[in-house]
């Protein structure tokens, strides 16, 4: 009874409250439920892109640049996948261009885009062995501008964008003032990195400083001629046979697939020209997240959200996979990727005693003063301020 009685007295008081404020307190759970409409939850963490564009002066004096330009790609690469914003790591793209060489067109200033950004690895890899070195006339602000216009920079200013330009001559020379050039790309919000290759004040001396200044960029000097220096490692032969194995993961399709996993190996011979250990630093890339290939290879393309293999045409498909079912191709993609994603675990394991390793050996020598170094010590610095962490 007494329940009861408790019971219709808060009805009551609920009733008359409703009564005289029931306007007000409808108007506050209608506010309270506009304003949850209207908050948007909290955004995920979106994805950055580092993209880095490679200006190299292919003139007569400049094959000790390129040299290490081949030698060291692999190195940079690897460095550039360990980058992270709030745990989530970056697309990655690089360009390629030459300039200063007498075999590229005067009207065009000496000039070539060799390769568009692109995550293609292999592509950049293979383009870069291609170059070769003649005499010519080395025009930095002209060749810093069409890197500006040409290529696909994000506007935002959220991405990390680079610009590395190498050589050994004036900064200043050509039609295009280099401040004009500059001021350009940090409009695109684009750094420039100069890095001469010869004395530290003889590159001052050139404006080679005054030109990474305006955008507040790094200038370096290298020593061009200095032959990279690997370290063999206990572990450089059982990556080696990884590498081997990895590549037999790739299923080719379409007109570009055949013609790819042929350059993919071919790669690895360029790597490997410089010695087993900068092949093992190749494979190492391999096994990152950075090396993608869904252009040419089912296991990669799989990855994509709109992939369907009963759509990928039978004549496209190697040979081993036209008369499956669709069942059978996608147990085969699957067992694939398994396969991959083994090995590449395998190599990065490997490749954390290899680097202890290395560091250990190389605790009595001087810092080198080359390519690599110079780019990898501006990327660091640079990734900084984007919130990319290494």
């Not at 011979?269 to 250990?277: P, R, T």
Request: include cysteine; glycine fraction near 6%; proline fraction near 4%.
């Amino acid at each position: 009874m007494r329940k009861k009685n408790i019971f219709l007295l808060t009805t009551f008081w609920f009733a008359f409250a409703c009564s005289l404020y029931g306007n007000n307190i409808l108007s506050l759970f209608k506010k309270k439920s506009t304003e949850e409409a209207l908050t948007p939850p909290n955004p995920s963490p979106q994805q950055k892109k580092i993209k880095v564009a490679l200006l190299l002066d292919t003139s007569n004096s400049m094959d000790g640049l390129i040299d290490q330009a081949k030698s060291q790609l692999w190195t940079i690469v690897n460095e550039l996948a360990q980058a992270k914003c709030d745990g989530i790591k970056p697309t990655i793209q690089i360009a390629l261009y030459e300039y200063g060489n007498d075999r590229l067109s005067a009207m065009e200033g000496y000039i070539k885009m060799v390769t568009p950004l692109t995550d293609d690895l292999d592509k950049i890899s293979e383009d870069l062995f291609k170059l070769t070195t003649n005499g010519g006339s080395e025009f930095c602000g002209h060749v810093i501008q069409t890197a500006c216009n040409q290529l696909d920079w994000s506007p935002d200013g959220n991405d990390l964008q680079v610009i590395f330009i190498a050589g050994n001559e004036p900064f200043n020379q050509g039609g295009v003032p280099y401040q004009k050039a500059c001021a350009l790309a940090s409009s695109r919000n684009v750094i420039v990195n100069t890095i001469y290759c010869g004395p530290y004040q003889e590159g001052i001396n050139g404006l080679w400083k005054s030109g990474a200044d305006i955008t507040k960029g790094n200038y370096m000097s290298i020593e061009q001629d200095r032959k990279t220096v690997y370290i063999p490692s206990p572990y450089d032969d059982k990556i080696s046979d990884l590498n081997t194995q990895l590549n037999t993961t790739y299923i080719e399709y379409g007109n570009l697939g055949k013609e790819k996993k042929i350059k993919q190996v071919e790669q690895d011979a360029n790597a490997e020209k410089y010695g087993k250990e900068n092949k093992v630093n190749r494979a190492v890339s391999k096994s990152s997240y950075v090396y993608k290939n869904k252009s040419w290879d089912l296991v990669d393309a799989s990855d994509e959200k709109d992939f369907k293999v009963e759509e990928v045409q039978t004549s496209d498909l190697p040979q081993e996979m036209q008369s499956m079912t669709i069942a059978q191709k996608q147990k085969y993609i699957e067992t694939k990727k398994a396969d991959r994603e083994k090995i590449k675990t395998e190599i990065q394991q490997l490749n954390v005693q290899r680097e202890k390793y290395i560091v250990e050996q190389k605790k009595s020598e001087a810092p080198e003063n080359t390519l690599d170094k110079a780019m990898i010590e501006a990327i660091k610095k640079q990734a900084a301020q984007k919130n990319l962490t290494f």
